[in-house]
């Protein structure tokens, strides 16, 4: 598709739409607007503001959107049971295919996002290495509904689909609470301020078990890969750097890149342990002149604690996605490392070691 058509990114002030977005915008022949409900600080594209879980907003603010030829879904809302989650997210996919059908959108392909749920790796356990072919499992599920909607849409309205399955995301995004890479960066920045070592935070059996991240910038290219290959389309893939690691082997290399001791790890409720760490984050944003983030905006300290808790190898196979054409792939450990120096040089984060 380089060179033609007109990208639509919903979710665009998350780590998986914005980094979407950035690579689509490489291509200076390519239209591509974000969309959220807030401004993004930063944008190679434009921006679009539209509500998408009301009907009448969603077709409202993509009336001006009928040249989209390519839609990344990267929208998500969060609630607290599994029938309204499916309800929010459903709803907000439905609105904005039919926006974009109102608004005589030629429709070429819609890129969707899942995740380890679809394993069932909120459940406490899953077969590894999980496969795509896996069957579903038998809880209700966001993701299964989004994905049979589309599948629905696409065969009435002829457009292609792809479904991509990334494991704990990384990247930077200001205002999304799945991110990994801000779980890390800030507790090691105030563990260091308080003057502690580094120690690991989640359970014993986290700290040992295979574990796998999905680096943001990798993401983005398979979904600029998916939109222009055929042969991508009613597929599912899973898609992460291509490695698996262990914490235990990460955190001695995280101490070092921060200029900390290393020590044993030390089980804490994270969430609750770093809710009153608002004021260390503060006095080291003042000092060092960091970009202004409100403290809820910066971290997902729940979603960390759930990461670093989950004591089973968390491990899905990328053959399929490597056999069909895209073969990219990341070292995990040096991939963190990079991120840490450019959050700090961006001063989204204190100073590194020296």
Request: glycine share 10%; net charge negative.
């Amino acid at each position: 598709m380089a060179g033609q058509g007109s990208v639509l990114v919903t979710g665009a002030g998350g780590v998986i739409g914005a980094h979407a977005a950035a690579e689509h915008a490489k291509d200076p022949g390519r239209r591509v607007r974000g969309l959220s409900r807030r401004a993004p600080r930063e944008t190679g594209w434009e921006h679009l503001a539209v509500d998408l879980r009301d009907p009448g907003a969603s077709r409202a603010g993509l009336a001006e959107a009928g040249d989209v030829t390519h839609l990344v879904f990267g929208a998500y809302a969060e609630r607290p049971t599994a029938r309204e989650l499916s309800e929010v997210n459903v709803g907000m996919l439905r609105n904005t295919l039919d926006g974009l059908a109102a608004a005589g959108a030629p429709l070429e392909h819609v890129t969707l996002y899942q995740g380890g749920k679809a394993y069932g790796a909120h459940m406490g356990f899953f077969n590894t290495p999980a496969k795509e072919r896996d069957p579903r499992i038998v809880q209700p599920n966001f993701y299964y509904d989004q994905e049979d909607l589309l599948r629905e849409v696409a065969a009435e309205r002829g457009f292609r689909l792809t479904v991509f399955r990334p494991e704990g995301v990384i990247g930077y995004a200001v205002g999304n609470p799945m991110n990994l890479l801000m779980v890390l960066a800030v507790y090691a920045a105030i563990s260091r301020e308080l003057g502690q070592p580094l120690r690991f935070p989640g359970s014993l059996a986290a700290y040992d078990a295979l574990y796998q991240v999905t680096d943001a910038e990798l993401l983005a290219r398979a979904t600029v890969w998916a939109g222009d290959e055929p042969a991508a389309d009613g597929e599912v893939y899973n898609v992460t750097n291509g490695d698996q690691v262990r914490w235990r082997h990460l955190f001695p290399a995280f101490a070092r890149a921060f200029g900390m001791e290393h020590a044993e790890p030390q089980p804490v409720p994270l969430a609750e342990a770093m809710a009153d760490r608002r004021d260390v984050w503060e006095r080291l944003a003042a000092r060092h002149d960091l970009v202004p983030t409100p403290y809820e905006d910066l971290v997902g300290w729940e979603f960390g604690e759930f990461i670093l808790t989950s004591g089973f190898d968390n491990v899905s196979s990328t053959i399929k996605l490597r056999q069909a054409g895209f073969a990219d792939c990341l070292d995990t450990e040096d991939r963190f490392l990079e991120l840490f120096e450019q959050l700090a040089a961006r001063k989204v984060i204190p100073p590194l070691a020296g």
